[in-house]
């Protein structure tokens, strides 16, 4: 005599246990989708970071005004990187330093603000006269023809950014 009017004990224990298994697959895939897409909005942060900083130092360095004792770079792991005087909006000239301070790149001119987070260190060349050469530490003089920046961060590959000094002013 049998029966076929329901399910055995083993058959639902058969289907809980692979809804279980079913149920864990999903769950580790979108805990790795979560991840993932933590990872990227982490690394477009960067990435904006970055670029924000880059386009305000070429803007700045783009407007830097030419002549003697108006330039001044050092390659450092604290203190003032570069030091210059920019043409332009809002009061005709505007006297901007960046600087290493505890770990982060400032930027103070009219306003002072943070540039980068977790800067080790910045090495600065600079081309005058066609030719490249080690900012030494403090030296003033006319500005470059261009500037080499080398931004250390911790964890992530040298930052290599070349701009081109006093273009806006030619």
């Known amino acids: 005599m049998t029966r076929d009017d329901g399910f055995t004990l083993v058959e639902l ?3 809980l246990a692979l809804f279980g ?3 864990a697959l999903g769950v580790a895939l979108l805990g790795g989708s979560v991840r993932a ?7 477009l942060g960067q990435v904006d970071e970055l670029g924000r900083a880059a386009n305000l130092l070429a803007l700045d360095l783009g407007s830097a005004a030419s002549g003697p004792g108006r330039f001044m770079a050092a ?3 604290s203190g003032p990187v570069l030091r210059f005087v920019r043409m332009g ?3 005709g000239r505007e006297a901007v330093t960046l600087r290493l301070d505890q770990g982060a790149l400032v930027r ?3 306003t002072t603000e943070t540039l980068l987070i977790g800067v080790s260190r910045v090495s600065v060349r600079q081309r005058i006269k066609g030719l490249w050469s080690m900012a030494e530490a403090g030296s003033e003089g006319p500005a470059p023809d261009a500037v080499e920046l080398t ?3 911790a964890g992530v590959a040298p930052l290599r950014l070349v701009f081109v000094v006093g273009a806006r002013q030619r």
């Not at 897409?37 to 690394?43: G, S, T, V």
């Open 75 to 77: 390659d450092t792991t």
């Open 37 to 43: 897409q933590d990872a990227n909005r982490r690394h």
């Open 89 to 91: 909006p809002p009061d």
């Open 151 to 153: 931004i250390e961060r």
């Open 13 to 15: 224990l058969v289907a």
């Open 108 to 110: 103070a001119g009219s």
């Open 21 to 23: 298994l079913i149920s």
